[in-house]
């Protein structure tokens, strides 16, 4: 399965599914990263890409594209959707995991809409939470998750140290968010996601795995 994930920022696509990230690659699934901002409003870009590529080093990600939009600024026109089509055509996407529109972050909701109109012809699109999403989020698909995937996702947040100030990005939170989701699943631990599209196909659709039972 080829997947992409969009996020506006640096540690955007980490924060919203990046153990279910970690558990693509080790089912040896193709992945891309889309980030559309190199930060910059808070903390210098040349740091916050660095960041972005060590958590990907860490999830096993090494196709990170940084698409140059302006931090805050994120568009929502005809060439942000163009760029983002040509970038799923070009790597084969299978599945894109995308922002939420319900969410209160500017950048959050451009990139999200963005991402909805560019991904018209894929057949599995998921929308990730972040800390930004309003309470009408609600989840319709988890990926349930291993504890060493969750792990990874700890470990790739940990990376972007200009962003350590941030209470949600610690590991109790993460933990937290995950069992939470976990009980919603039925699991031990799982990411939640909203379906904008779930095309039912034998050859297509791939439930994720975790690597060891909890």
Same mark, same amino acid.
């Given at each position: 399965m080829n997947t992409v994930a969009i996020g506006a920022h640096p540690d955007d696509i980490e924060i919203g599914a990046g153990a279910s990230l970690a558990q693509h690659q080790a089912q040896g699934d193709k992945i891309r990263f889309l980030i559309l901002t190199r930060g910059g409003k808070l903390s210098q870009p040349s740091k916050r890409e660095k960041e972005a590529l060590r958590a990907g080093e860490v999830?096993? $990600? %090494? %196709? *990170?594209?940084?698409?140059? /939009? =302006? @931090?805050?600024? $994120?568009? /929502? @026109?005809? @060439? *942000? *959707? =163009? =760029?983002l089509e040509s970038q799923l055509n070009d790597f084969g996407a299978d599945r894109v995991y995308i922002h939420s529109e319900n969410d209160t972050h500017q950048d959050h909701r451009h990139a999200a809409l963005s991402s909805v109109a560019a991904t018209r012809n894929i057949d599995e699109v998921l929308a990730f939470e972040s800390p930004s999403t309003r309470p009408s989020f609600t989840p319709q698909y988890y990926n349930t998750l291993s504890e060493a995937s969750l792990a990874q996702k700890i470990e790739s947040i940990r990376s972007h140290k200009t962003q350590q100030e941030k209470l949600y990005l610690e590991a109790e939170a993460m933990n937290g968010l995950a069992r939470f989701r976990g009980q919603q699943a039925n699991a031990r631990y799982a990411e939640a996601f909203q379906v904008i599209r779930i095309k039912q196909s034998p050859h297509r659709t791939q439930a994720l795995t975790p690597d060891s039972p909890e």
């Amino acid at each position: 399965m080829n997947t992409v994930a969009i996020g506006a920022h640096p540690d955007d696509i980490e924060i919203g599914a990046g153990a279910s990230l970690a558990q693509h690659q080790a089912q040896g699934d193709k992945i891309r990263f889309l980030i559309l901002t190199r930060g910059g409003k808070l903390s210098q870009p040349s740091k916050r890409e660095k960041e972005a590529l060590r958590a990907g080093e860490v999830l096993g $990600v %090494d %196709d *990170i594209r940084f698409l140059g /939009y =302006e @931090d805050t600024k $994120v568009p /929502y @026109d005809h @060439d *942000i *959707i =163009e =760029e983002l089509e040509s970038q799923l055509n070009d790597f084969g996407a299978d599945r894109v995991y995308i922002h939420s529109e319900n969410d209160t972050h500017q950048d959050h909701r451009h990139a999200a809409l963005s991402s909805v109109a560019a991904t018209r012809n894929i057949d599995e699109v998921l929308a990730f939470e972040s800390p930004s999403t309003r309470p009408s989020f609600t989840p319709q698909y988890y990926n349930t998750l291993s504890e060493a995937s969750l792990a990874q996702k700890i470990e790739s947040i940990r990376s972007h140290k200009t962003q350590q100030e941030k209470l949600y990005l610690e590991a109790e939170a993460m933990n937290g968010l995950a069992r939470f989701r976990g009980q919603q699943a039925n699991a031990r631990y799982a990411e939640a996601f909203q379906v904008i599209r779930i095309k039912q196909s034998p050859h297509r659709t791939q439930a994720l795995t975790p690597d060891s039972p909890e």
